[in-house]
């Protein structure tokens, strides 16, 4: 149980392009989904908190305007990366809060934003 | 929000040799403690945890230690194998049933020299 998908695993795009990022619970209602970018060789770093029906709350630093965050459902939770730059290439993971009565994070594989 | 730190950020040992990963966090209210394993290009993957009611806990080869009075709880790893090289983090998380930010340390590499 506790599966999270993530789709896709791999993109590249041209700058100033929007990219969609999907995470998906597929066996359990996920009410919260976290979303992380991490660099090469460097830890993850959290970039927002998206709750079922509500907007999400981001980090310090993390423009909400360029990284969307729609939590439309209790098992899918999208980040769009707009007007996409370079710079922008990362590793983006995105988790969900388990429901086994603690704060167990369930990951998604990954995707791998590369931008040109 | 808490604070975590994590020692040491690199760790290179011979197969078969023990490795011990220290991680120290601010919030006195967290009670649960998980160990993420990550190797290159994949999601972190739970390989052990504990919660705050107990001060030692063992499978196989890993076990996790809390010392919450001094606010820092270790991974231990024994005989160490090549595929356990790849990046350790710890994220220390308090109770559930109010809102919480997750926040990782900064990674430890271990390498397993054969």
């Known amino acids: 149980g506790a599966v999270v998908s993530q789709h896709p695993s791999r993109v590249i795009c041209k700058s100033g392009t929007s990219v969609k990022i999907e995470c998906r619970s597929l066996?359990?209602?996920?009410?919260?989904m976290f979303w992380y970018r991490q660099f090469p060789k460097q830890s993850l770093m959290l970039m927002a908190t998206?709750?079922?029906?509500?907007?999400?709350?981001?980090e310090q630093g993390v423009e909400k305007d360029k990284f969307l965050i729609n939590h439309a459902s209790l098992t899918l939770s999208t980040l769009t990366v707009t007007s996409a730059h370079p710079e922008d290439s990362s590793f983006y993971i995105c988790?969900?809060?388990?429901?086994?009565?603690?704060?167990?994070?369930?990951f998604g594989p990954g995707t791998r934003l590369t931008v040109l | 929000g808490e604070n975590v730190e994590q020692h040491p950020s690199t760790l290179s040992v011979q197969e078969g040799d023990s490795a011990v990963i220290k991680c120290t966090y601010s919030d006195s209210a967290s009670n649960y403690f998980p160990w993420y394993k990550q190797e290159l290009g994949k999601r972190p993957q739970l390989i052990i945890d504990i919660r705050s009611n107990v001060g030692e806990k063992k499978d196989q080869r890993i076990a996790v230690t809390l010392n919450k009075t001094a606010k820092h709880f270790s991974l231990h790893i024994t005989e160490t194998q090549p595929e356990d090289s790849a990046v350790y983090f710890c994220a220390p998380l308090p109770p559930s049933g109010g809102s919480y930010i997750p926040t990782f340390g900064r990674g430890t590499s271990l390498i397993v020299h054969p």
């Open positions: 988790s969900a809060d388990g429901t086994g009565g603690g704060n167990e994070q369930f």
């Open positions: 066996d359990f209602q996920a009410t919260t």
């Open positions: 998206s709750n079922e029906g509500s907007k999400a709350t981001y």
